[in-house]
């Protein structure tokens, strides 16, 4: 296991500006994930961590060692890539073994073959703790296929076997489970999370996927044009955003932003309607921010519009309520059964619940009510 620092880590290709003034104290055992949109620079931070490219600034630290210009194989932590690069004419076996037989061989003695090199008490023991990480991952049936006798999901757990068995100090991972499909990628999401609680190895691991980060995630960075946002976990970044990019970012269905303003006496109003609390701070326009989940139907609500499109996933029911002015449709996740009777083409209103409510500045940044209490809506008109 181990603690992992970045510091102030600052990286360009060329005149662009990748990486800004990264910080993070990755702990030790933490399940930290790096998400952001494309190009954000996620994967450069993750090979700066594994040595893979150098920051122009700034210095990475392992268990309190920094490592800045240590080689990659000099640091002990073990890559898993989106492609598995597995050796398609070695069986399972083999591909999971290469990692220990190469670390038992200098570098002279690796080009001939490897396998003649190695005493036969030595290759009894690389094959048990194959066999063990395979059982583990329940691969151990796969061992004599070749990757490309295996599905995508397999040739995933092959790739992790093969870092887990050098018993890396920490697993760094660049969207391993984007080339399978959806089932198999919510299935080996739940895998991972039991593997990195079984293992409590410390695990970066790097996502375009707010799903994934919201769902495995012991903390989460959501990082945007070469800048940490905000860090956190998931739990926090989802509730209580520092910034309306960051709210934008996290949730599915997206949050709905509406016109809101804060009057000169504090009253928080949306889409001109009283939200009921005051605010202390500067008067003028805000976007509210609700979460979809966040409103129900009430008619003396203050979000009135008509359903222009409804859709019925089973479990819970998305409505698309336009709404006279707004460009963009606010959408209302529901229960099945408080749906009932809201039909497509009628008008309705919705309350919201005015502690769940987010309201962001002209700046974008979060006001936050602090310490200010909700105060009643007919005591502010
Ligand atoms: N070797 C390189 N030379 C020049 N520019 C590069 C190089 N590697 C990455 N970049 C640029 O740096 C930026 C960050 O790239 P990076 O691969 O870190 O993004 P990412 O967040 O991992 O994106 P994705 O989700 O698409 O994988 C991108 O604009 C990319 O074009
Ligand atoms: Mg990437």
């Given at each position: 296991m181990a603690g992992i620092e970045l510091r102030q880590i600052s990286k360009e290709f060329g005149n662009t500006?990748?990486?800004?003034e990264i910080e993070i104290d990755i702990r030790r055992g933490e399940f930290l994930t790096l998400v952001?949109?494309?190009?954000?620079g996620k994967s450069t931070l993750l090979r700066i961590l594994a040595g893979l490219e150098q920051p122009d600034r700034g210095s990475v630290h392992i268990d309190g060692r920094e490592?800045?210009?240590?080689a990659p194989a000099e640091r002990n932590l073990a890559m898993v890539f989106q492609?598995?690069?597995?050796?398609?004419?070695?069986s399972v076996a083999q591909n999971m073994m290469t990692p220990l037989v190469l670390r038992d061989l200098s570098a002279r003695e690796r080009?001939?073959?490897?396998?003649?090199?190695?005493?036969r008490a030595k290759r009894r023991d690389i094959a048990g703790q194959v066999r063990e990480v395979a059982e583990t991952l329940q691969i151990d049936h796969l061992?004599?296929?070749?990757?490309?006798?295996?599905s995508g999901g397999q040739r995933q757990r092959v790739a992790l076997g093969r870092a887990m068995v050098r018993q890396p100090l920490a697993f760094l991972m660049d969207e391993?489970?984007?080339?399978?499909d959806a089932a198999l990628r919510v299935h080996m999401r739940a895998e991972l999370s039991q593997l990195h609680r079984r293992l409590g190895t410390t695990f970066v691991y790097v996502t375009h996927d707010q799903t994934e980060a919201l769902t495995m995630s012991d903390r989460m960075a959501v990082m945007m044009e070469g800048k940490i946002l905000q860090i956190g976990p998931p739990d926090d970044i989802y509730r209580?955003?520092?910034t309306l990019e960051v709210a934008r970012f996290v949730g599915s269905p997206r949050i709905n932003l509406l016109p809101g303003e804060i009057a000169s006496g504090g009253a928080v109003t949306v889409l001109d309607h009283a939200l009921g609390f005051a605010l202390p701070g500067p008067a003028g326009p805000v976007q509210i921010g609700l979460r979809p989940e966040h409103l129900r139907p009430d008619p003396g609500g203050s979000i009135e519009g008509c359903i222009v499109h409804l859709e019925n996933l089973g479990a819970e029911v998305h409505l698309h309520l336009a709404i006279e002015g707004q460009e963009e449709p606010v959408i209302v996740r529901l229960a099945p059964e408080q749906a009932?009777?809201?039909?497509?083409?009628t008008r309705h209103a919705f309350s919201v619940d005015p502690g769940r409510v987010l309201i962001f500045g002209a700046d974008g940044m979060r006001l936050r009510r602090g310490a200010a209490q909700p105060v009643p809506a007919r005591e502010l008109a």
């Amino acid at each position: 296991m181990a603690g992992i620092e970045l510091r102030q880590i600052s990286k360009e290709f060329g005149n662009t500006q990748v990486l800004r003034e990264i910080e993070i104290d990755i702990r030790r055992g933490e399940f930290l994930t790096l998400v952001g949109p494309s190009g954000c620079g996620k994967s450069t931070l993750l090979r700066i961590l594994a040595g893979l490219e150098q920051p122009d600034r700034g210095s990475v630290h392992i268990d309190g060692r920094e490592v800045t210009g240590v080689a990659p194989a000099e640091r002990n932590l073990a890559m898993v890539f989106q492609s598995y690069a597995l050796y398609p004419h070695l069986s399972v076996a083999q591909n999971m073994m290469t990692p220990l037989v190469l670390r038992d061989l200098s570098a002279r003695e690796r080009w001939p073959l490897l396998g003649p090199l190695i005493s036969r008490a030595k290759r009894r023991d690389i094959a048990g703790q194959v066999r063990e990480v395979a059982e583990t991952l329940q691969i151990d049936h796969l061992l004599p296929r070749k990757p490309g006798q295996l599905s995508g999901g397999q040739r995933q757990r092959v790739a992790l076997g093969r870092a887990m068995v050098r018993q890396p100090l920490a697993f760094l991972m660049d969207e391993p489970l984007s080339n399978l499909d959806a089932a198999l990628r919510v299935h080996m999401r739940a895998e991972l999370s039991q593997l990195h609680r079984r293992l409590g190895t410390t695990f970066v691991y790097v996502t375009h996927d707010q799903t994934e980060a919201l769902t495995m995630s012991d903390r989460m960075a959501v990082m945007m044009e070469g800048k940490i946002l905000q860090i956190g976990p998931p739990d926090d970044i989802y509730r209580d955003p520092d910034t309306l990019e960051v709210a934008r970012f996290v949730g599915s269905p997206r949050i709905n932003l509406l016109p809101g303003e804060i009057a000169s006496g504090g009253a928080v109003t949306v889409l001109d309607h009283a939200l009921g609390f005051a605010l202390p701070g500067p008067a003028g326009p805000v976007q509210i921010g609700l979460r979809p989940e966040h409103l129900r139907p009430d008619p003396g609500g203050s979000i009135e519009g008509c359903i222009v499109h409804l859709e019925n996933l089973g479990a819970e029911v998305h409505l698309h309520l336009a709404i006279e002015g707004q460009e963009e449709p606010v959408i209302v996740r529901l229960a099945p059964e408080q749906a009932q009777g809201l039909m497509l083409g009628t008008r309705h209103a919705f309350s919201v619940d005015p502690g769940r409510v987010l309201i962001f500045g002209a700046d974008g940044m979060r006001l936050r009510r602090g310490a200010a209490q909700p105060v009643p809506a007919r005591e502010l008109a």
